[in-house]
């Protein structure tokens, strides 16, 4: 089983930064790719960026040039740098782990830009 913990997930105001940071245990697997998606109340899941193995990157359109994604696959960790955060930033973060063996989501940490 896998499990993925978020954190640093808080109240900002816009043109703030948060990074937040999600960490993954159990079954991992090297090549994967660990990713960040986020809700807003009233929208779909929306896609914000991931990462494989190889450090090749996704952006969601929306963030693309303010946010960051890294990882650490010593540490099984995927971070996010937000910056120029904006009131349409705000969301519940979802941490995303895809392997062959599947799919985990963790529980998510609420992001909320104030203006």
């Known amino acids: 089983q896998v499990q993925l913990v978020e954190s640093g997930g808080g109240l900002v105001q816009a043109g703030g930064s948060l990074r937040l940071s999600c960490a993954a245990s159990?079954?991992?697997?090297?090549?994967?790719?660990m990713g960040w998606y986020r809700q807003a109340p009233g929208k779909q899941r929306e896609l914000v960026a991931t990462?494989?193995?190889?450090?090749?990157?996704n952006y969601g359109p929306s963030v693309k040039g303010r946010f960051i994604i890294s990882r650490d696959n010593a540490k099984n960790t995927v971070y996010l740098q937000m910056n120029s955060l904006k009131p349409e930033d705000t969301a519940i973060y979802y941490c995303?782990?895809?392997?062959?063996?599947?799919?985990?989501w963790g529980q998510g940490t609420q992001v909320t830009v104030s203006s």
């Open positions: 990462i494989n193995s190889s450090g090749s990157t």
């Open positions: 159990g079954s991992i697997f090297r090549i994967n790719v």
């Open positions: 995303n782990l895809n392997q062959v063996a599947g799919t985990s």
